[in-house]
């Protein structure tokens, strides 16, 4: 992280692991959605709402009050949220002396005293109620540490220890809160709810529906498109001329040698139809935590996006997602190789901003940011 987005966090960061709220929501309205998740760089847990039940007050001021939850139906699912609750947001780092620099942390411990990280003045809260464990920066865990209060996943009693997901509810004792991303927290400081998944939108090869997301872009604002996007998309807009042949004697499910027709690599033949070729960049549902979060690109059906051309290779190349909302691009040792811009990737990773031109085998794709697609569909 540089430092500078550093100190700007550590600066947001106040008592009990909370972030200024004022501060995020201004931050939120004066940059765009990646400089918002640039600059935030972590995951949070933002408060959601009070749950309905019933609280016994416990006997002693050190003891936890007990909370008995009763079951969410329509008219308390359409509740207001609490105001105080709602401003509520926990950041997943700390401040490290007086200069405001955070580093990262892959231990939060969260609970009513204030020895934990995350501080939840709430009785009916254990004094130490639960710990979060952090992988790389995106994986998340949570290990109960008292059964005094009860904790739920997603309206389900968890175990000892579950792994959490973007966008799961963790309830400890009446308060409900939300593990979020930098961008959703975005979304959410400017109002937005979910209304669609973009998996909804996307076949098996990973492949978006043109006609379908064009539609949708169509009827709604910039905002609820770009909350169903989220990530990034490739979106096909050129072919380079030139041949592609097989080797004598090579396997017949072989790559193709491509040879360009120009010594320009950047020369590419724009075509309006490969336009309708959007791959959104949409993370992974695994849960190996050893492993980088990435999606596969190339010919072979066990890849994420699946380009059936004879050029591109089996594996081709991949995009790795950043703990910091960025994006790099690795060559896979392929056979025709990997440009962004006109200029080969090599052995190095390369990282991508909007609009970037990216060269797989003989076909060029543009990387589009939510809005940059939006606009791209709606003709703005």
């Not at 998740?37 to 749950?51: C, I, K, Y």
């Not at 910091?324 to 990773?349: A, I, K, M």
């Not at 076909?363 to 606009?375: A, D, I, Q, V």
Request: neutral net charge.
């Amino acid at each position: 992280m540089p430092e500078s987005i550093k100190c700007r966090i550590g600066e947001l960061l106040g008592a009990g692991g909370r972030l200024e709220y004022r501060a995020l929501m201004q931050m939120a309205h004066e940059t765009s959605e990646q400089g918002f998740v640039r600059q935030l760089g972590h995951w949070v847990l933002a408060g959601d709402r009070v749950m309905p039940g019933r609280i016994t007050p416990a006997r002693e001021i050190s003891e936890t009050a007990r909370f008995d939850p009763v079951s969410l139906d329509a008219a308390s699912a359409s509740a207001v949220l609490p105001g105080n609750l709602a401003e509520v947001v926990y950041g997943f780092y700390r401040p490290v002396g007086a200069d405001g620099v955070v580093e990262e942390r892959q231990s939060f411990s969260v609970g009513r005293s204030g020895e934990n990280d995350f501080l939840v003045p709430d009785y009916s809260v254990s004094r130490q109620q639960a710990v979060f464990q952090v992988f790389r920066g995106k994986r998340f865990w949570i290990r109960k540490m008292s059964g005094a209060a009860p904790i739920q996943i997603n309206q389900r009693p968890m175990a000892k220890e579950q792994l959490l997901r973007e966008g799961d509810h963790i309830t400890l004792g009446r308060l409900r809160f939300q593990l979020l991303a930098p961008s959703s927290l975005f979304l959410r400081l400017h109002g937005i709810k979910p209304q669609a998944r973009i998996r909804q939108f996307v076949n098996a090869l990973g492949q978006a529906d043109y006609q379908a997301l064009k539609e949708y872009a169509v009827r709604h604002h910039v905002d609820l498109f770009s909350q169903l996007m989220r990530f990034p998309s490739l979106v096909g807009s050129g072919v380079v001329r030139g041949y592609a042949s097989r080797m004598v004697g090579g396997d017949v499910d072989a790559t193709y040698y491509f040879l360009p027709a120009s010594r320009d690599t950047r020369a590419a033949v724009r075509l309006k139809v490969l336009g309708r070729s959007i791959y959104p960049l949409i993370e992974s549902e695994g849960v190996d935590v050893d492993q980088e979060e990435s999606l596969l690109i190339g010919r072979a059906v066990e890849n994420d996006l699946v380009m059936g051309d004879d050029a591109i290779s089996n594996r081709h190349a991949r995009i790795v997602f950043g703990a910091s909302g960025q994006y790099f691009l690795e060559d896979l040792n392929s056979t025709n190789g990997v440009f962004v811009n006109g200029v080969p990737v090599g052995h190095d990773r390369q990282e991508l901003v909007d609009r970037d031109q990216i060269k797989f085998g003989r076909h060029e794709f543009t990387l589009m940011f939510p809005g940059t697609l939006y606009n791209f569909l709606t003709g703005n």
